[in-house]
């Protein structure tokens, strides 16, 4: 997106605070106002001096204190209102980003790395605040206080007035001389920073295993080239900022210097009084000073907007539903679901198929297990029954509804799931039992928690249902968080439930007391469930057999395995692994 479209779109966000805004021009125009004040306080101070006007001295002390008391406050509430507008326009972007980030299709998360998305949330959002503030007011601000000192200089001496002026344009062609050059690196450095965030992330997150595998030099070494990208580019930013200031600095100190030089000339020549030189130089500096900060204020602004392009394209990516969606309860019902002629590919080419002409139909009630071999499209599956992707081919209806007919969230309301890596959000042990179900009394939750066998584990824990679980539940073991998002399911209470590998990653006594619970939470519901052990699955109303994304076989354990095919394969295998690992364990 060009920097022009974004910054529009920035005033948006910023024209929703007029007043603030307008609070903001009138210390702007009060702080311009006293600036000038100041070299008109000192002409007539000098001059006073010079004519041994003693007698004004009371009435230039009073005007030299109202200046300063004004000026005092003057900044106090320009700078309080900049920092408002800041923190309110950043707030309003950062809220909008979370909606839209929320109803992102699941395909954005697939390519995106979370790490890049907190950058975009974070240094990003920080960037375009500082913009909306301190940026764009002196953007506003320098050129307009230049132009007041500079009428004011024309009543002083209109020819030095216009030997000064020369440095307007000279500084607003060294701001674009160097302008694209400061925006393309802005948004290097802005891309550079996501992926240094994405990469702490992921590390930050892995502390047992860099610990454990001896990783720290490499995860350093990595870390460190990502660091060393960020400060290149810095480096090469700061040369182009150093050189538009020095040509900026270079202009406005010949300006000077010239001006100056004429300045005493006509004092000599007794033209120009010696107060009225005083107040020139001055001014010198409020026409000259602006016009050199504004290379670096540039700069800012097209490394903010850099920032603000990255945020609106979260905001601009495809999402599921115009609006986020009304909290609604799961259905308590349904008759069937048929999965007719199912193709998909995650590239959109139908040469590149991740599943082909998957067809099974599952009555209310009834358990179905999903079998096969690594990457052979299991959670594929699981994804499109969960409606976080489309087929590409076929149809998945229930009760001979098409999902679109359905509607997307009512759709899934059909559904509950416990993944095969239990996911807690940060807080207590209640809140993520009530995500199942937020209107649930506390009678229900400890029901669904017994249910889990999670209550007696809960209730040793020295705040029990409110104790704060950490980051994704760092406090807990895996049994203890998968058992909480049983939990979570069971009050949820959902007609079909999709078991991914849920005990796959627990130990023997985690594995039974999971395995137990979800034997309850099974009762009564349609069961969909990956197993990676297939003793679990013997009694399943129907077995699919996967392999490269296609359902090989189907049917029942016993007539499966009289079959011969993959599955006997596949289960013939486990059982020498589990005899295995019995006489290694005894």
Known sequence: MKSKGVFFRLLKYMGKYKLLYAGLI???LAG????????????????AAVKFEIDRWPTLVAIGAIILVGASLTSFFDTYLKQKASVKVRNDIRLDTMDHALRLHQDYYDRTHTGDLLARFTSDNQAVGEAAGNIVMGLLRNPLLALCAFIYLLNIHWPLALITICVGPAMILTGKMFGE??????????EAMGRGTSYLQDVLGASVLYKIFGLEKKISKQYRQFSTDIAEIEQSQGKTQG??????????IATFMIAILLAGYFVAKGSLEVGAMLAFIQLMNYLVNPFALLPALWSSMQQALAGADRIFQVIDAP?????LPTPSRAKSSFSEIDVSSVGFSYTGDVNELALHDIRFRVHAGQTVAIVGGSGGGKSTLFKLLLGLYAPTAGTIEIDGKDRGAIGLREYRDYFSLVPQESVLFTGSIRDNILDGNPTADDEQMFAAAKQANAYDFIMKLPEGFDTEIGERGSRLSGGQKQRIAIARAILRDAPILLLDEATAALDNESERLVQDALSRLMVGKTTLVIAHRLSTVQHADLILVMEHGKIVEKGKHHALLAAGGRYQELYQAQLM???QETLVES
């Not at 999402?319 to 609006?323: G, I, Q």
């Open 32 to 47: 311009i106002a006293l600036d000038l004040s100041v070299a008109w306080f000192l002409s007539q101070i000098t001059n």
């Open 577 to 579: 692994n589990e005899e």
């Open 243 to 252: 050189a538009a200031g020095a040509v900026s600095q270079v202009i406005a």
């Open 181 to 190: 050059s400061m925006r393309i690196k802005g948004a290097r450095l802005q």
């Open 26 to 28: 009138m210390t702007m």
């Open 319 to 323: 999402k599921e539903y115009a609006e």
